[in-house]
Structures are given as structure tokens and as C-alpha cells.
């Protein structure tokens, strides 16, 4: 047993870039075919997660290509900031409809396949907003859909472990993507900093190592969990 993702077959969303990008760059070094889909046009596989149909079609695919399906990761997200009054009703929609719509549209798909497999491992990307209701970065409705991902990976868990199919969540802190440090003044990103006993922020290959470890078989006897990747700004 290994971190070896050979024969593996992998769809990540939102995969175009920032930690989809890293994540799926990582599964294809440990040897897993990679599926890397994004709504964007320069995308590899064109998928918007919204598209319930265009799922279950991209699964089929998948399949057909490459013969199964191993590993999903829900990954696909969008953020939301400010006060509880900063977020429009449109932009609340967008981000169930991303966060957490996207979500049960991909697992609805992708069990199926895990199944005629016989195993599985299903990676939901969480945040540590997930357990604060928001708070450092991306807001209280952003928090609301994580702690929603982070639900479905128990529940999923406990219904699907029994099929062999495995299901974990990922909450990272502020991950460092391009678009983060756009965002980020240097005043805020201190302010962050300063509450994370590790001294600095996430990078995107701190998620995809903890992802390559979960859709291994180095973790075949834990599922259910949401593992934090924060520096220790949870638990401390
Ligand atoms: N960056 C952070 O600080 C941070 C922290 C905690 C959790 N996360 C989570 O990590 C995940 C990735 O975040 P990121 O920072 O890399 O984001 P990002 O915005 O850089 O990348 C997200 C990708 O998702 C794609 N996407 C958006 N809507 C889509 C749709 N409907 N269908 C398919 N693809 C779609 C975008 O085109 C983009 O390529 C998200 O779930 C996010 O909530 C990020």
C-alpha cells in the first residue's frame, strides 16, 4: 500500500486553476489519469457543475474513455465577503448553486460508476469557515454552503462506506492562490497571519498533498472527516 495513484481514474472540478490546478497537477505525478474540469473555456474537460445533465454526460464519458471512475473531487467553488448584508440575492444563489448544488450533482453522478468499481474515494473542498460561520475570508453564507459540504461528507460517509466508497472534506484556511493575493492587502493578509500559530498562509500544494493522501489507499480506514489545513487556526 502506497500514496501510488496508478490506474486511478480522477474528475476534479473546478480545475482550471488555483488548487483545482495544483491538485490535479499532483494526482497525475502520483500516476492517476486526470479528468481536470472547469466551467472555463480553456479547460480540458468543459464541465459547469451546475449543469446536471452536463455531469451525469461528463461521468459517462469518463467511463467510456477510461473504463471507471475512482476519485472525485469537489472542488469547484466560489466565495463570498463582507457583512451579511453585502451579499446579493443573485450572488447567495450562485454560491449554493456552485458550493453545494455542484456538489450533489457530482456525487449523484459519480456513485454510480464508484459503484460498478467497487470503491471509491469522494474529496469535498471545505473551508475553515466551515466551523467559524465565515470569518477571516468569505463570509457567513460562504461559511453556511461549506458547513453544507461538510454534512453531506458525514452523512455520504456513513451511507457509502458500506459500498466501499470512501468520503472526506479538506478545510483549508486562506489558501495563497494568484487570485488570493490579488485580493489580499498586505495590512489584511497580517492580520490573517497573525492567527495562525504555523506563521503564514495555506499554499495550494498543502491541500493537494492531503488529497493525493485521501484518494490513496494510505487512507483506507478513514472517512468521514473533515481535515483541516490551516497552520492551526482551528484547533488552537
Ligand atoms: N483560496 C482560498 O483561500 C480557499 C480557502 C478555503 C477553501 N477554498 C476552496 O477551495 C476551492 C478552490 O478555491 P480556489 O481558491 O482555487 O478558487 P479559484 O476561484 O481560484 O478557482 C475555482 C475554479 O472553479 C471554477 N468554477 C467556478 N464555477 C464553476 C462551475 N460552475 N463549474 C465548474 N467550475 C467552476 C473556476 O472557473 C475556477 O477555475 C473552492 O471550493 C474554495 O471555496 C479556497
Not at 49 to 65: K, L, N, S, T, W
Not at 133 to 145: K, P, Q, R, S
Request: charged share 20%; hydrophobic share 50%.
Amino acid at each position: 500500500m502506497n500514496l501510488e495513484l496508478h490506474g486511478r481514474v480522477a474528475l476534479i472540478t473546478g480545475a482550471a486553476r488555483g488548487v483545482g490546478a495544483r491538485i490535479a497537477a499532483r494526482f497525475a505525478a502520483h500516476g492517476a489519469l486526470v479528468y481536470a474540469a472547469d466551467i472555463d473555456a480553456n479547460a480540458k474537460l468543459r464541465l459547469d457543475v451546475r449543469d446536471r445533465a452536463g455531469v451525469h454526460a461528463a461521468v459517462e464519458q469518463i467511463e467510456r474513455e477510461s473504463g471507471g471512475l475512482d476519485i472525485l473531487v469537489n472542488n469547484a467553488g466560489l466565495l463570498a465577503n463582507g457583512a451579511f448584508d453585502a451579499t446579493t440575492g443573485e450572488a447567495w444563489d450562485d454560491l449554493v448553486a456552485v458550493n453545494l448544488t455542484g456538489a450533489y450533482n457530482c456525487v449523484q453522478a459519480a456513485v454510480p460508476a464508484m459503484r460498478r468499481r467497487g470503491k471509491g474515494s469522494i474529496i469535498n473542498i471545505a473551508s475553515v469557515s466551515h466551523e467559524k460561520g465565515g470569518g477571516a475570508f468569505g463570509n457567513v453564507w460562504y461559511g453556511a454552503t461549506k458547513a453544507g459540504v461538510v454534512a453531506m461528507t458525514k452523512g455520504l460517509a456513513r451511507e457509502l462506506g458500506p459500498l466501499g466508497i470512501r468520503v472526506n472534506a479538506i478545510a483549508p484556511a486562506v489558501v495563497a492562490t494568484a487570485m488570493v493575493r490579488s485580493l489580499l492587502t498586505p495590512e489584511a493578509q497580517e492580520r490573517i497571519v497573525a492567527r495562525i500559530p504555523l506563521g503564514r498562509l495555506a499554499e495550494e500544494d498543502d491541500v493537494a498533498r492531503l488529497a493525493v493522501f485521501l484518494a490513496s489507499d494510505f487512507s483506507d480506514f478513514i472517512t468521514g472527516d473533515t481535515i483541516a489545513v490551516d497552520g492551526g487556526f482551528l484547533r488552537t
